[in-house]
């Protein structure tokens, strides 16, 4: 009897081995030729699990800032016709071995994020395969942190009419948005807000930090985002941020400030921040709420937004001096 030949777990050659790591089918499938040109990925951050010719794994890490470390763990597979035994073993050793080559020794591990479909939990056959990762992302040291409805509102969908309720006016700089990020912050149902407050965070220094590590990092112009007033007095009310990341416009941040939640005004607020998009002739506007943030899930439901998918993410607590 032939033995089964070693596993070998190593990075990519270069972009030329892509089709190798496409052997495995995942939905972002489609944006690593694009990824790996403009530097967002790089082949050494892009590993491969092999028994001969067989793939048997893959994982691959992502940023948006090219030039910079890795930002995101988003790609994580393996063959789903490996018994689970072989599939636990194969896992582990994959992401410790990659984990360990990727990440800077003694670092946070980046955030692992993954698309579901919006039924997974339905799909014997997509449910199983997905707990076999999620079970080899514990045995490593992770959690799941949170899971996420994805949205999208498509072009030809009614963009609701100014009621009048509000105003709106563009953000004129940093502060005027920081300065009503931080009381959104606080009480904030999101779970990344909650987790930088619950690691001793003040809700002003992780209003700082989402708005220097994400969006200031949009290249779409800052006219498109508003802030919310009453038309009576000017008091703030809440904020929108349209832009448009590497693929899709999108809602990039929300909230209304916690002395007027419970009015029914959100809607206003997100329908200012589709109809900037909308004019600006988009196919699509992307979206995401924490299941649990029932209001705002509610508030996209009522803007013609769909449920297309879901996202779940795991994180590493605490930074190691190996990834192990």
Do not use: C, K
């Not at 002003?204 to 779409?220: G, I, N, P, S, V």
């Not at 209304?256 to 589709?274: I, Y």
Request: overall charge negative; aromatic content about 8%.
């Amino acid at each position: 009897m032939t033995p089964d030949p070693v596993l070998v777990v190593r990075p990519l050659a270069g972009p030329q081995e892509l089709g190798l790591f496409d052997r495995l089918d995942y939905v972002l499938d489609h944006e690593l030729p694009d990824d790996l040109a403009a530097g967002r990925r790089l082949p050494e951050w892009m590993w491969v699990a092999l028994r001969g010719e067989r793939l048997v794994g893959r994982i691959a890490w992502w940023t948006g800032r090219p030039g910079t470390g890795p930002q995101a763990l988003d790609f994580f597979d393996l063959d789903p016709e490996l018994p689970p035994e072989e599939a636990a073993e194969t896992g582990l050793r994959l992401l410790e071995t990659a984990t360990a080559a990727v990440v800077p020794a003694g670092g946070r591990r980046p955030e692992y994020g993954r698309f579901l479909p919006a039924d997974w939990r339905e799909l014997p056959a997509t449910r199983a395969r997905l707990e076999r990762l999620f079970d080899v992302l514990a045995a490593s040291g992770a959690r799941p942190l949170v899971e996420r409805l994805r949205l999208e509102w498509r072009a030809g969908t009614a963009v609701p009419e100014p009621t009048g309720r509000l105003a709106f006016r563009p953000v004129r700089d940093r502060e005027d948005l920081l300065a009503l990020m931080t009381p959104v912050m606080e009480g904030t149902l999101d779970a990344h807000g909650q987790a930088d407050l619950a690691s001793g965070l003040s809700p002003r220094r992780a209003a700082e930090l989402h708005y220097d590590e994400e969006l200031a990092h949009y290249t779409t112009p800052r006219e498109w985002w508003r802030i919310a007033e009453l038309p009576e007095t000017g008091e703030p009310v809440g904020f929108v941020v349209p832009a448009r990341n590497n693929y899709h416009a999108i809602i990039a941040y929300i909230g209304v400030l916690p002395a007027h939640r419970g009015r029914g005004l959100v809607d206003e607020v997100l329908a200012e921040g589709t109809r900037v998009l909308a004019a600006e002739g988009v196919p699509r506007i992307r979206a995401a709420t924490d299941v649990g943030n029932v209001p705002m899930a509610r508030s996209f439901a009522r803007a013609g937004y769909v449920n297309f998918e879901r996202s779940i993410n795991f994180v590493w607590d605490a930074p190691g001096t190996e990834a192990s």
